[in-house]
């Protein structure tokens, strides 16, 4: 009989984690009439480093205070019921939130008391700022689309008033983005009958989702901004110096110093806001995507949230953009213009070391001529020596053979010097 035992395969230890992670947060089910109630927080500084255990902490508190269970030891996101509510907490790179949904709605449309669901010593010992807040209401879709833009209308800043129909006709959403007097954004939903609780459930989460996202990448237009006047600065001082390259520089060294101050500090407002710079790029394609995924219908000649987003929303995108830009180009520029300074400076001293390496070689030149002159001397004055002791050593002989001194003397002299000539040139090429 044959083996039938499949053979054990070893899984990645992440398989399972990574795979649970796309069904981890699902959206919720909702049935109209309802209402949300939606915070978002965010630390004000180094929100991506920022310690998370605070944040389930903090959620804890906020169970224990309803009897609700608890979530996983380092779990970044919660579903579950708070007594006759139902919670939704969600912990993301920089910031979390908190979304309670309740049946039913307030007799007055965006009540603030609707939020008193959190305590109010709770909210003071937020881990951080409200990045932001909304009230979510939920109708039932009654009467003509007239009513519902009349609704609009009196509950909504008419100049920013966003309407539209939504997935296939199966919903209408508006809201104007401002914040009410409460401190609270507003969206309103009316469900046609026969919408899916699950359908109601994910456009709530979209209207959450796209007032979250839009809140943290508008956080990067005061650094545009802030960063737009630095870099004035910082452009007419690095024009001044690019001009000064064109023409003569007394002193090369210091404008290059000057140069690679204004690169540095470039470098520094780059490092600074890379991060916040590119979190807003993908926070803004997130929004862009949640908007898509609502397929809008333009209803009564108002205006959707994609054609809000084009005309309130986009100008900011694009500043922040531009600044970010702008910020490259001139660290490109100051770093060309270093290395073409720098290059200026090399070439110069390369032209100051060929005149000292002319001048050491005509120095050489004299002091070789000075050598074989003072050699010359050299050689006449041990001569003038040596001749003398030779005639000395030599003239009892030269009386002997009836020669006089004076002959002696002329015998002996040009053989002398041809032999100290010829002794300091073998000294001389044994030193070379």
Wanted: hydrophobic share 40%.
């Amino acid at each position: 009989m044959k083996d039938t035992t499949r053979p054990v395969i070893t899984d990645l230890p992440q398989r399972y984690e990574l795979a649970n992670e796309l069904h981890a947060r699902p959206f919720p089910t909702l049935q109209a009439p309802c209402h949300a109630v939606y915070l978002a927080i965010k630390p004000a500084k180094d929100a991506a480093q920022r310690d998370r255990d605070e944040d389930r902490t903090h959620l804890l508190a906020l169970l224990d205070r309803f009897g609700a269970t608890h979530p996983k030891p380092g779990a970044t996101h919660y579903f579950g019921d708070l007594g006759k509510h139902k919670i939704k907490w969600e912990s993301h790179t920089e910031f979390s939130t908190y979304t309670i949904f309740t049946n039913g709605v307030a007799e007055r449309p965006f009540d603030p008391a609707t939020f008193d669901v959190f305590p109010p010593d709770w909210l003071a010992d937020l881990p951080g700022h409200r990045l932001t807040s909304a009230l979510i209401r939920v109708e039932m879709l009654e009467g003509d689309e007239t009513e519902v833009i009349q609704r609009a209308t009196d509950w909504f800043v008419p100049e920013s008033v966003a309407v539209s129909h939504v997935l296939d006709g199966s919903a209408i959403i508006s809201g104007d983005f401002r914040i009410d007097t409460a401190g609270h954004m507003r969206f309103a939903l009316f469900v046609k009958p026969g919408t899916g609780s699950r359908r109601v459930g994910r456009i709530v989460q979209r209207l959450a989702e796209i007032e979250t996202y839009k809140s943290m990448s508008m956080l990067g237009l005061p650094m545009a901004r802030d960063l737009s006047r630095h870099m004035a600065d910082l452009d007419r001082q690095l024009t001044q110096l690019m001009g000064d390259m064109t023409g003569t520089l007394a002193r090369p060294e210091e404008s290059l110093t000057a140069l690679l101050s204004i690169a540095a500090e470039l470098e520094n407002l780059l490092a600074r806001s890379t991060f916040r710079f590119g979190a807003t790029g993908a926070y803004e394609a997130i929004i862009l995507e949640r908007i898509e995924a609502l397929r809008e219908v333009r209803m009564g000649g108002r205006q959707t949230f994609k054609e809000f987003m084009t005309r309130r929303f986009d100008p900011a995108m694009r500043t922040i953009k531009s600044t970010e830009a702008r910020l490259q180009a001139m660290a490109q520029r100051a770093i060309r213009a270093g290395d073409l300074l720098r290059t200026r400076v090399d070439v110069e001293r390369q032209a100051q070391n060929q005149k000292l390496l002319e001048s050491m070689d005509r120095r050489a030149d004299l002091q070789l001529r000075l050598q074989k002159t003072v050699e010359g001397l050299s050689v006449v004055a041990i001569s003038y020596y040596a001749v003398n002791l030779v005639v000395y050593m030599t003239g009892p002989v030269g009386q002997a053979a009836g020669l006089s001194k004076l002959v002696m003397t002329s015998i002996t002299t040009p053989l002398v010097i041809l032999a100290v000539w010829g002794m300091v040139r073998r000294i001389r090429r044994k030193m070379e």
